[in-house]
């Protein structure tokens, strides 16, 4: 253990970082950290209907291909944080691989998506959270009290520290695999009602060019598989960052995308009307409620709404190591401020207000008008795409340039072959999110425009001394260290 823990002092030393976090949290924790922002049943959970609505059963498919997909991406990120296992994720691996300016707009739109990202959970998680209270009515007043009650409650665990942060995302897991797994196979086995011939079948009558409508489905898969780049932004928390963070990355793809699968199935196989189902504001109680009454409906949904915590819980988490990685750096204005660590349970607690606050402000905004809901989480995903294909593009640039990844977890020669097609995927996804959609449009838009015009004038990080645009040089030296 010590050994572990000098070796991750001394890589993290020589990419120019004393690190002051606590190195508490094992390949384990840091799974159920990816795996409950992933959320596979918050995801099912929050777009099952549309799903429905659009494409039919069908639309299970998106599970596979965008997991497939952003595995790809995975594994190219897995190669960066295995050379730079530095908390922070997408702006630390941006710096050093295309330099202060790249990297300053791609955080920038990435914390906005994160940001937006959590209101959305917080937001899709009250009616369950209501149901599990026996509220026949949810109002506007209601629901705006329960998501401000999951923030905050996600905020208090958060101010616990490390320690509490992987336990509570461990309970999130388990609650995750119950609620996923558990009840799509004992909806496939005991309670199936439907063929699996439904999953080649949409819900518009005898259409002839069935291709639009499954290509509605496409947010099923997008919303999802996201998320797993957090177990890089607690990087210098976990133990033998280089190696356990690629693996726990790629095992939340796999978990999730698997726990997927089951869940979305089993709902659709157990449905007693499909048919009904798409017109139903709420298919997943009605399913529920079907195989094992409205008792076990609302004893299951504790084990939603546990998930739905421990997705808000690991998404304020990695907002918040963003957020002070960019300040640590000098990066933002208030940096001082923002990268302060609490002395008792060195964690960020300053910035873990910011990632508190601000979703606070947008669920009022969406109290007020409650139709920006869907806009703000189209553009939510539309710029978590953007910043991972940033991502993917300057690796693929560094590696034309002569990069070799270095760190004891890579491709080898697989790796420009895996750039290239996570490129292509990624801007296929994008080309779905963005492009039919003015208002994620407009979104993306504006945060970028806003944060070009400051990077511009204000020209943050002027004073920032550490190290950028430098993969191939590390990689050489840590060639040479090795030999």
Same mark, same amino acid.
Request: net charge neutral; hydrophobic share 55%; with cysteine.
């Given at each position: 253990?010590?050994?572990?823990?000098?070796?991750?002092?001394?890589?993290?030393?020589?990419? &120019?970082?004393?690190?002051?976090?606590?190195?508490?949290?094992?390949?384990?924790?840091?799974?159920?950290? &990816?795996?409950?922002?992933?959320?596979?049943?918050?995801?099912?959970?929050?777009?099952?209907?549309? &799903?429905?609505?659009?494409?039919?059963?069908?639309?299970?498919?998106?599970?596979?291909?965008?997991?497939?997909?952003?595995?790809?991406? *995975?594994?190219?990120?897995?190669?960066?944080?295995?050379?730079?296992?530095?908390?922070?994720?997408?702006?630390?691996?941006?710096?050093?691989?295309?330099?202060?300016?790249?990297?300053?707009?791609?955080?920038?739109?990435?914390?906005?998506?994160?940001?937006?990202?959590?209101?959305?959970?917080?937001? =899709?998680?009250?009616?369950?959270?209501?149901?599990?209270?026996?509220?026949?009515?949810?109002?506007? @007043?209601?629901?705006?009290?329960?998501?401000?009650?999951?923030?905050?409650?996600?905020? #208090?665990?958060?101010?616990?520290?490390? %320690?509490?942060?992987?336990?509570?995302?461990?309970?999130?897991?388990?609650?995750?695999?119950?609620?996923?797994?558990?009840?799509?196979?004992?909806?496939?086995?005991?309670?199936?009602?439907?063929?699996?011939?439904?999953?080649? @079948?949409?819900?518009?009558?005898?259409?002839?060019?069935? +291709?639009?409508?499954?290509?509605?489905?496409?947010?099923?898969?997008?919303?999802? =598989?996201?998320?797993?780049?957090?177990?890089?932004? !607690? *990087?210098? @928390?976990? %133990?033998?960052?280089?190696?356990?963070?690629?693996?726990?990355?790629?095992?939340?793809? =796999?978990?999730?995308?698997?726990?997927?699968?089951?869940? =979305?199935?089993?709902?659709?196989?157990?449905?007693?009307?499909?048919?009904?189902? !798409?017109?139903?504001?709420?298919?997943?109680?009605?399913?529920?409620?079907?195989?094992?009454?409205?008792?076990?409906?609302?004893?299951?949904?504790?084990? +939603?709404?546990?998930?739905?915590?421990?997705?808000?819980?690991?998404?304020?988490? *990695?907002?918040?190591?963003?957020?002070?990685?960019?300040?640590?750096?000098?990066?933002?204005?208030?940096?001082?401020?923002?990268?302060?660590?609490?002395?008792?349970?060195?964690?960020?607690?300053?910035?873990?207000?910011?990632?508190?606050?601000?979703?606070?402000?947008?669920?009022?905004?969406?109290?007020?008008?409650?139709?920006?809901?869907?806009?703000?989480?189209?553009?939510?995903?539309?710029?978590?795409?953007?910043?991972?294909?940033?991502?993917?593009?300057?690796? #693929?640039?560094?590696?034309?340039?002569?990069? %070799?990844?270095?760190?004891?977890?890579?491709?080898?020669?697989?790796?420009?072959?895996?750039?290239?097609?996570?490129?292509?995927?990624?801007?296929?996804?994008?080309?779905?999110?963005?492009?039919?959609?003015?208002?994620?449009?407009?979104?993306?838009?504006?945060?970028?425009?806003? &944060? #070009?015009?400051? #990077?511009?004038? *204000?020209?943050?990080?002027? %004073?920032?001394?550490?190290?950028?645009?430098?993969?191939?040089?590390?990689?050489?030296?840590?060639?040479?260290?090795?030999?």
């Amino acid at each position: 253990m010590a050994n572990k823990q000098q070796s991750d002092a001394e890589h993290l030393s020589a990419l &120019g970082y004393e690190s002051k976090y606590q190195r508490s949290m094992s390949v384990w924790s840091t799974l159920a950290l &990816g795996f409950t922002y992933l959320s596979p049943l918050v995801a099912i959970y929050a777009l099952f209907g549309l &799903g429905l609505a659009t494409a039919g059963p069908s639309a299970i498919w998106w599970i596979v291909i965008v997991g497939a997909g952003q595995l790809l991406v *995975a594994l190219v990120m897995g190669e960066v944080v295995s050379q730079f296992p530095i908390a922070g994720g997408i702006y630390p691996w941006m710096r050093r691989l295309a330099g202060k300016r790249r990297a300053w707009i791609t955080a920038w739109v990435y914390v906005w998506a994160m940001l937006v990202t959590i209101t959305s959970v917080a937001e =899709f998680g009250a009616p369950f959270l209501a149901q599990v209270f026996g509220i026949a009515e949810v109002s506007p @007043e209601i629901n705006l009290a329960l998501t401000l009650g999951l923030l905050v409650l996600a905020l #208090l665990l958060n101010m616990g520290g490390t %320690k509490l942060l992987g336990r509570i995302a461990r309970i999130g897991l388990a609650a995750e695999l119950i609620g996923v797994v558990g009840m799509g196979l004992f909806l496939l086995v005991f309670h199936r009602n439907n063929d699996f011939s439904v999953f080649f @079948e949409v819900f518009q009558g005898s259409v002839v060019d069935w +291709a639009p409508l499954f290509l509605g489905a496409a947010l099923v898969g997008l919303f999802m =598989f996201y998320g797993f780049e957090a177990c890089g932004d !607690v *990087a210098e @928390e976990v %133990k033998d960052a280089a190696r356990q963070v690629p693996k726990a990355m790629y095992l939340t793809i =796999f978990i999730g995308g698997i726990s997927a699968l089951f869940s =979305f199935s089993g709902y659709v196989l157990a449905a007693p009307d499909l048919a009904a189902l !798409v017109d139903d504001p709420a298919p997943i109680p009605t399913v529920l409620t079907a195989a094992i009454g409205e008792g076990g409906m609302r004893l299951f949904l504790v084990i +939603a709404v546990m998930a739905f915590i421990s997705c808000v819980l690991s998404l304020q988490a *990695a907002a918040s190591r963003l957020l002070h990685s960019f300040a640590r750096d000098e990066m933002l204005p208030a940096s001082g401020w923002l990268s302060k660590l609490s002395e008792r349970n060195k964690v960020p607690t300053n910035a873990l207000l910011v990632a508190s606050i601000i979703p606070m402000i947008l669920a009022v905004v969406i109290y007020f008008d409650p139709t920006t809901l869907v806009p703000i989480t189209d553009f939510a995903v539309a710029a978590i795409y953007i910043a991972f294909q940033a991502v993917v593009l300057s690796a #693929l640039i560094m590696r034309l340039r002569g990069w %070799k990844p270095a760190g004891p977890w890579n491709l080898g020669g697989w790796g420009i072959v895996v750039n290239i097609a996570a490129l292509i995927y990624g801007l296929w996804a994008l080309w779905q999110l963005i492009v039919p959609d003015v208002l994620a449009q407009w979104g993306v838009g504006i945060v970028l425009v806003v &944060g #070009l015009l400051y #990077l511009f004038i *204000a020209r943050p990080g002027r %004073k920032s001394s550490a190290p950028f645009g430098d993969a191939i040089e590390v990689a050489n030296k840590m060639r040479a260290a090795q030999k």
